[in-house]
């Protein structure tokens, strides 16, 4: 899973390889599948934005689900800031989102 991530990093950034977020986006899958919260996280992002893959805000949650129960601050407010705008298929929670936030700065 690591190796698959931190390859996944290089085609996002263009670090020694040409710049390819699909490419990307698949190698974060295939670590993300393992269980590794970062390649979650990034792959979460991925779905958020379109980048590599077709924009899918439920697979985001899901991803930042995954990930922010491992303890990942970033996926916890990225996570946050779905349910304050009760998008993902997640419902509108201010509690849950300040639960996260709270989470994601400990």
């Known amino acids: 899973g690591r190796a698959q991530y931190n390859l ?3 085609y996002e950034q263009g670090r ?3 710049r390819d ?3 990307a986006a698949e190698l974060y899958q295939r670590s993300a599948e393992q269980g590794h919260g970062r390649a979650q996280y990034n792959l979460g992002v991925c779905y958020e ?3 590599g893959v077709d924009r899918d805000m439920a697979k985001a949650a899901e991803l930042y689900q995954r990930s922010a129960a491992q303890g ?6 990225n996570l ?3 349910h ?5 298929g997640l419902a509108y929670d201010t509690h ?3 639960d996260l936030m709270e989470q994601a700065t400990a």
């Open 21 to 23: 977020m699909a490419k």
């Open 96 to 98: 849950r989102a300040v």
């Open 72 to 77: 990942h601050g970033r996926a916890q407010y």
């Open 84 to 88: 304050l705008r009760g998008a993902g």
């Open 16 to 18: 020694g390889v040409d």
């Open 80 to 82: 946050a800031m779905l």
């Open 49 to 51: 934005q379109g980048r």
């Open 8 to 10: 996944g990093v290089c």
